[in-house]
């Protein structure tokens, strides 16, 4: 009965429409300004006016039955099917798109005690603060004489009588794995040579020491030695002469990595050292990195190291912390109350790691005694003084002199052990050189040594030799606070070298490689969990025997060569263009292998009767969502062929939380109707898909099975997809008249001549003339554009009287006129940005649509998409932003995209280090325009008492905010000449390139003046997961079969309850077995629990998760399997913390992210 009259009433409803849009399309043929300016265009006759007023008609009654059909459709579904899937969209009068409100609960509220973490307040604050820091010096760059930017160091003779100077002398040699040549040209060139003369070279001396860091290298040359070979390594690391230091797979660059990569290359690099020669290493090193993130120490003090070096900071904080003896510190967590994070940081004084930098301030003389430059070698010393073999004769002359530069330079440190690095890159890679080093320091040793009135003691020494000698001299244990010692909190960016040389190019250097590392990331997490899930549930049911372990093979590589691309001048984009090719090959091959290790996964997963498993390698069950032709393309999306019978889609979300999302697929007919795997029917929308402004893509064409693009239409559906879960869809052809909700399309020309292919089953329509100045909105949000441009003018909230400026305009910045110029490395502009100016006016084009409407702006060098989603939830509470950059013509010339907004910002904006923390950041009136640039690898905002906007970013990029309330970004760069740091050329090789972002707006309740002047926050938890939808999207494969008989699929819901809002699972990795190849049947979990901040609005936010104080209970967490054991361990898994306990339920503190080796069945 009930159902009868919903009818009769809806009836009636559509009745009414019916008659009510007749009016009003009467109406608005005499009112609506776009068709008086789009009738411009004809002649001004009566008859001709008329007939334009006829064909208007006639068009706007054809969307209207398009309308109430729709409603129709809506009504009969809505009416014919149970609650629980999300509602269908309707569209009423006004032109705007709602949905009727969900049905489940959105947001469970913060628990309070939650929310204390972010104010923060506990805990004593440090003695460096870097922001502190920034704002007391000068950055003046004085003459400082022999160490030019820095000072002359005297000593008294005599200071050394009572406590003799202990000097270690640390040979090491810099390997980066890719740079002027590519990492296996590298390998055989240089590096095999190196490790092999090592091995011969440290055995024929007991005294001779060496430290080695990329374990990348160092596994290849391993896989290539005999079995002597082996053992004589092992001898060396077990008697301390060989230290290898860090065990990263990479020495990582710190600026764009995001952390779940630098979690993964650390922990491949400490388990292969683990599982080859049986070591942990103890003390970080990284000579090379072009700044260094404060993420790093937190990284390397959860896995058990106790110390760490450092070299590459800003010349004018090194003369201050040497003035200041502030060179060794325990650098500290900013969010951290008590001491848990600190780890004992060494900072090198001068300006380089090679040896005329390092044996103290005079490179003059310092230059001297790197033995590689005896006259007769390939290389010589600068200065013009070459070096001498050390003699009986010159001993004494040749000592006294070294001696001098090891006293200074120990002046500039609290304590009487120094260290004194001796290498270079690709060193050592001739016996020669061994012996030339070697036995020089060796005389000059003894001679020393011998002379008890010196007071030195000097010797070969590794890394943890130097920090073990440091903590006996002052009396503590490893790990601890050296009494007097400062802590530090903040980080090191940006980085000079010299003058105004900062290095704040490379932050955008090469955007399409940076844009590919972080695709493979989200694919590599992905793969990992399902491969994790997949292979549990398998053996569970006995069926491991039929399931491809040897998919472990392409995930191990996976890593690798993701672990490889984090190298400091891979994803920096600072190497040669052979090299950066090469990492693309490498990326691009790893992205595919892990699109089939997670189909092969999801294909067990959703079989309803898992006994009809059969792998088959040469016909996967399902297709891939996406390809690339080439590793230096843009994806092509899989387009899926409808038939007479439905086709499947299986829809994996990466995601620990259940997501309600838009899922995108491409079909080649507009007839098509998506239904749940139980038949029921999804709010979905049809629309066009653009190759250019104005141009339809053709036709498809068929590739084996389903079709590849281009193609013409896309479904997108709204669907509810469950967390780390595969959600089964079906694409009908219907030809009764249910069709999809079709998007319209206005095109504006601005008056360009251009043809126009019209789309044949979405209504479009074209304007000769600019667009009026017009609005997108939903229920959250309004963003409104400037018609003639089609860019961002301003945002809304849903409940504000007022909107917020926040317009957008694209810029460029020149390079310099004088000999430094811009290059991969630096950025030198020639003053502020000027604007963009093409040479034509863009191509705007509004689709609307009921799940989403979108603004494209089609310029010369850029088209920019805004896309506002209609739909509850997350989705629907920021603006999706995409740029498609390509400025292959352009010549000395960087892109940026800034967004000025009326937020009182002042001089201070936020910036995110490796995707993991928030670092407050201030203009500097007083440093030049190019050192006010930061890495953003996922989001940088700007706020004041009332408000918040944040750019969420979907690769790493340079961002600033060069005034109040603005924040602009750095798209890509075209620099035609080398910046002189090596490299040898210019960046030239740019792609088309799609940069990603997410804008968000959000109000904030309970803000201060004296917290925000902390040089401390947080992203809200809204941000957070918006930031994670963004990275980590949905993945769509169709079931690759079309014919009837397919076995029966079923979604597949891993997690037996939600988990909290603030705990991330980074990764759930398999771990491998004996043989290297295959997996074994533990796995290691890594979760992260964020830090977030309460006093940003969070209302209907649509996430239906809460907090728990960080509790969270692992046993019943996955459903369907038993948790076997739990071990927490070092984040690396190379040490155990505490014992295995029966108990399955953690904590973990805000910020915090902790490991437990797991064994799942």
């Known amino acids: 009965m009930k159902l009868k009259k919903q009818v009769?009433?809806?009836?009636?409803?559509?009745?009414?429409?019916?008659?009510?849009?007749?009016?009003?399309?009467?109406?608005?043929?005499?009112?609506?300004?776009?068709?008086?300016?789009?009738?411009?265009?004809?002649?001004?006759?009566?008859?001709?006016?008329?007939?334009?007023?006829?064909?208007?008609?006639?068009?706007?009654?054809?969307?209207?039955?398009?309308?109430?059909?729709?409603?129709?459709?809506?009504?009969?579904?809505?009416?014919?099917?149970?609650?629980?899937?999300?509602?269908?969209?309707?569209?009423?009068?006004?032109?705007?798109?709602?949905?009727?409100?969900?049905?489940?609960?959105?947001?469970?509220?913060?628990?309070?005690?939650?929310c204390q973490f972010a104010p923060g307040g506990k805990g004593q604050s440090p003695d460096l603060q870097?922001?502190?820091?920034?704002?007391?010096?000068?950055?003046?760059?004085?003459?400082?004489?022999?160490?030019?930017?820095?000072?002359?160091?005297?000593?008294?003779?005599?200071?050394?009588?009572?406590?003799?100077l202990q000097v270690f002398?640390?040979?090491?040699?810099?390997?980066?794995?890719?740079?002027?040549?590519?990492?296996?040209?590298?390998?055989?060139?240089?590096?095999?040579?190196?490790?092999?003369?090592?091995?011969?070279?440290?055995q024929e001396d007991p005294r001779r020491r060496f430290i080695w860091s990329e374990i990348s290298f160092f596994s290849k040359w391993w896989d290539n030695i005999s079995a002597q070979k082996r053992a004589a390594v092992r001898r060396l690391v077990g008697n301390g002469q060989l230290e290898m230091v860090t065990g990263g797979w990479v020495m990582p660059d710190e600026a764009n990595s995001h952390y779940f990569a630098m979690i993964d290359q650390l922990i491949e690099g400490h388990q292969w050292l683990e599982k080859n020669i049986g070591v942990t290493p103890r003390s970080g090193w990284a000579v090379d990195p072009f700044g260094y993130s404060s993420t790093m120490p937190y990284l390397l003090k959860r896995s058990n190291l106790t110390a760490m070096l450092i070299q590459r900071v800003h010349y004018a904080i090194k003369k201050h912390f040497a003035a200041t003896q502030n060179l060794e510190f325990m650098w500290r967590q900013t969010w951290d109350p008590d001491t848990s994070t600190d780890i004992l940081c060494h900072m090198m004084p001068f300006y380089?790691?090679?040896?005329?930098?390092?044996?103290?301030?005079?490179?003059?003389?310092?230059?001297?005694?790197?033995?590689?430059?005896?006259?007769?070698?390939?290389?010589?010393?600068?200065?013009?003084?070459?070096?001498?073999?050390?003699?009986?004769?010159?001993?004494?002359?040749?000592?006294?002199?070294?001696?001098?530069?090891?006293?200074?330079?120990?002046?500039?440190?609290?304590?009487?052990?120094?260290?004194?690095?001796?290498?270079?890159?690709?060193?050592?890679?001739?016996?020669?050189?061994?012996?030339?080093?070697?036995?020089?320091?060796?005389?000059?040793?003894?001679?020393?040594?011998?002379?008890?009135?010196?007071?030195?003691?000097?010797?070969?020494?590794?890394?943890?030799?130097?920090?073990?000698?440091?903590?006996?001299?002052?009396?503590?244990?490893?790990?601890m606070r050296p009494p007097g010692f400062p802590v530090l909190t903040g980080d090191f960016?940006?980085?000079?070298?010299?003058?105004?040389?900062?290095?704040?190019?490379?932050?955008?250097?090469?955007?399409?490689?940076?844009?590919?590392?972080?695709?493979?990331?989200?694919?590599?997490?992905?793969?990992?969990?399902?491969?994790?899930?997949?292979?549990?549930?398998?053996?569970?049911?006995?069926?491991?025997?039929?399931?491809?372990?040897?998919?472990?093979?392409?995930?191990?590589?996976?890593?690798?060569?993701?672990?490889?691309?984090?190298?400091?001048?891979?994803i920096a984009g600072t190497a040669k263009e052979a090299v950066a090719a090469d990492y693309g090959v490498r990326l691009l091959q790893s992205l595919t292998n892990l699109k089939r290790v997670i189909i092969n996964a999801a294909h067990y997963l959703v079989l309803g009767d898992k006994d009809t498993y059969h792998h088959d390698a040469a016909a996967p069950f399902l297709g891939m969502d996406e390809t690339r032709s080439s590793q230096d393309s843009l994806p092509e999306r899989t387009v899926v062929k409808l038939g007479t019978s439905p086709r499947f889609l299986v829809v994996f979300n990466p995601l620990e939380q259940e997501r309600l999302s838009v899922v995108p697929v491409l079909v080649d007919s507009p007839h098509v109707r998506v239904l749940s795997e139980e038949g029921q029917p999804l709010p979905s929308q049809l629309s066009a898909v653009w190759n250019f402004a104005t141009d339809v893509v053709p036709s498809v064409y068929q590739t084996g099975g389903w079709l590849r693009s281009p193609c013409c239409l896309q479904v997108s559906v709204l669907a509810r997809l469950p967390a780390l879960g595969l959600r089964v869809l079906q694409l009908h052809k219907s030809l009764d008249g249910h069709?999809?909700?079709?998007?319209?399309?206005?095109?504006?020309?601005?008056?360009?001549?251009?043809?126009?292919?019209?789309?044949?089953?979405?209504?479009?329509?074209?304007?000769?003339?600019?667009?009026?100045?017009?609005?997108?909105?939903?229920?959250?949000?309004?963003?409104?554009?400037?018609?003639?441009?089609?860019?961002l003018q301003s945002l809304r909230l849903a409940g504000e009287e007022q909107g917020h400026r926040v317009s957008s305009e694209f810029l460029v910045y020149g390079t310099r006129t004088s000999k430094d110029k811009s290059g991969a490395y630096l950025f030198l502009p020639d003053g502020e940005a000027k604007p963009y100016a093409p040479k034509d006016p863009p191509v705007v084009r509004v689709m609307e649509g009921p799940l989403f409407s979108e603004v494209a702006s089609y310029y010369q060098h850029v088209q920019t998409v805004v896309r506002l989603y209609n739909v509850p939830g997350v989705e629907g509470l920021s603006l999706d932003v995409s740029c498609l950059v390509d400025i292959r013509d352009h010549i000395n010339k960087e892109l940026a995209l800034r967004f000025s907004t009326d937020i009182e910002s002042e001089n201070?904006?936020?910036?995110?280090?490796?995707?993991?923390?928030?670092?407050?950041?201030?203009?500097?009136?007083?440093?030049?325009?190019?050192?006010?640039?930061?890495?953003?690898?996922?989001?940088?905002?700007?706020?004041?008492?009332?408000?918040?906007?944040?750019?969420?970013?979907?690769?790493?990029?340079?961002?600033?905010?060069?005034?109040?309330?603005?924040?602009?970004?750095?798209?890509?760069?075209?620099?035609?000449?080398?910046?002189?740091?090596?490299?040898?050329?210019?960046?030239?090789?740019?792609?088309?390139?799609?940069?990603?972002?997410?804008?968000?707006?959000?109000?904030?309740?309970?803000?201060?003046k004296v917290q925000d002047e902390r040089p401390i926050s947080f992203p809200s938890l809204l941000s957070h997961i918006t930031s994670v939808h963004q990275n980590a999207e949905a993945l769509v494969m169709p079931v690759a079969l079309e014919k009837p008989a397919l076995p029966a699929l079923r979604s597949f819901v891993p997690l037996a309850t939600t988990l909290p809002c603030?705990?991330?699972?980074?990764?759930?990795?398999?771990?491998?077995?004996?043989?290297?190849?295959?997996?074994?049947?533990?796995?290691?979990?890594?979760?992260?629990?964020?830090?977030?901040?309460?006093?940003?609005?969070?209302?209907?936010?649509?996430?239906?998760?809460?907090?728990?104080?960080?509790?969270?209970?692992?046993?019943?967490?996955?459903?369907?399997?038993?948790?076997?054991?739990?071990?927490?361990t070092s984040l690396t898994l190379m040490y155990p913390l505490g014992t295995a306990s029966n108990s399955t339920n953690i904590h973990l503190d805000p910020m915090e992210i902790a490991t437990f080796r797991i064994r799942l069945g």
């Not at 600019?770 to 909105?777: I, Q, R, S, T």
């Not at 210019?986 to 792609?991: A, M, Q």
């Not at 043989?1075 to 533990?1082: C, H, N, T």
């Open 739 to 791: 069709a999809t909700p079709r998007s319209s399309t206005r095109l504006y020309l601005h008056g360009r001549d251009v043809p126009v292919r019209k789309p044949e089953a979405v209504p479009l329509r074209v304007f000769p003339a600019a667009a009026d100045d017009f609005c997108l909105e939903n229920q959250h949000l309004q963003a409104c554009f400037l018609g003639r441009t089609g860019l």
């Open 1062 to 1128: 603030d705990f991330h699972i980074l990764n759930l990795r398999t771990l491998q077995a004996e043989d290297d190849s295959l997996p074994s049947a533990e796995a290691a979990l890594i979760l992260h629990r964020k830090g977030f901040d309460c006093s940003l609005e969070a209302k209907n936010l649509g996430f239906n998760c809460t907090t728990s104080q960080g509790k969270l209970a692992l046993g019943g967490l996955f459903q369907g399997l038993e948790l076997g054991s739990l071990q927490p």
């Open 908 to 1008: 201070t904006f936020f910036t995110d280090l490796n995707g993991f923390q928030i670092q407050l950041r201030r203009y500097q009136q007083k440093l030049p325009l190019q050192a006010n640039f930061y890495p953003m690898p996922a989001m940088a905002y700007i706020q004041d008492m009332q408000s918040r906007l944040t750019l969420l970013t979907a690769q790493a990029l340079g961002v600033s905010s060069l005034h109040s309330g603005q924040l602009e970004v750095i798209l890509d760069r075209r620099l035609m000449q080398d910046d002189n740091r090596g490299l040898g050329q210019g960046l030239k090789d740019n792609k088309r390139t799609c940069n990603r972002f997410r804008l968000l707006l959000e109000r904030r309740s309970t803000a201060n």
């Open 130 to 164: 870097m922001l502190a820091v920034y704002s007391l010096l000068p950055f003046d760059n004085q003459d400082g004489g022999v160490w030019k930017q820095g000072f002359d160091i005297t000593y008294e003779p005599n200071e050394w009588d009572t406590e003799p």
């Open 8 to 114: 009769t009433v809806c009836g009636a409803a559509i009745f009414c429409v019916a008659v009510f849009s007749l009016y009003l399309m009467l109406d608005r043929v005499q009112h609506d300004p776009t068709r008086h300016q789009s009738g411009g265009n004809f002649p001004r006759s009566q008859i001709s006016v008329l007939q334009n007023r006829i064909e208007q008609l006639e068009q706007l009654l054809e969307e209207n039955h398009e309308i109430i059909s729709h409603i129709k459709d809506s009504v009969l579904e809505l009416t014919a099917h149970a609650e629980g899937q999300p509602a269908l969209p309707q569209h009423p009068l006004n032109g705007s798109w709602v949905l009727p409100p969900e049905s489940r609960p959105s947001f469970l509220s913060v628990s309070p005690q939650d």
């Open 352 to 479: 380089s790691y090679d040896v005329p930098h390092t044996c103290g301030p005079d490179p003059k003389i310092c230059c001297q005694f790197d033995f590689k430059r005896l006259p007769g070698g390939r290389i010589n010393c600068p200065w013009k003084v070459p070096p001498r073999a050390i003699t009986d004769a010159n001993v004494a002359e040749r000592a006294q002199l070294l001696l001098d530069q090891y006293r200074k330079k120990s002046k500039l440190y609290r304590s009487k052990v120094l260290l004194v690095p001796l290498g270079d890159d690709f060193r050592y890679d001739k016996p020669q050189e061994w012996d030339a080093q070697f036995l020089n320091y060796q005389r000059i040793f003894d001679f020393l040594n011998s002379r008890p009135d010196l007071h030195v003691q000097a010797q070969f020494g590794t890394l943890s030799d130097y920090f073990d000698a440091l903590y006996k001299k002052v009396g503590i244990v490893p790990g």
């Open 169 to 202: 002398v640390v040979p090491h040699s810099h390997n980066d794995p890719g740079w002027i040549k590519t990492f296996d040209k590298y390998y055989y060139d240089q590096t095999q040579h190196i490790l092999n003369s090592m091995v011969l070279k440290m």
């Open 493 to 570: 960016f940006s980085y000079a070298d010299r003058e105004d040389h900062y290095w704040t190019g490379y932050y955008t250097s090469r955007p399409f490689y940076k844009s590919l590392d972080r695709v493979l990331e989200a694919h590599l997490r992905g793969a990992e969990i399902l491969y994790s899930l997949a292979l549990a549930h398998a053996r569970r049911a006995g069926a491991d025997g039929r399931y491809p372990l040897s998919d472990y093979a392409l995930l191990s590589n996976a890593r690798r060569n993701l672990g490889l691309f984090q190298h400091h001048d891979a």
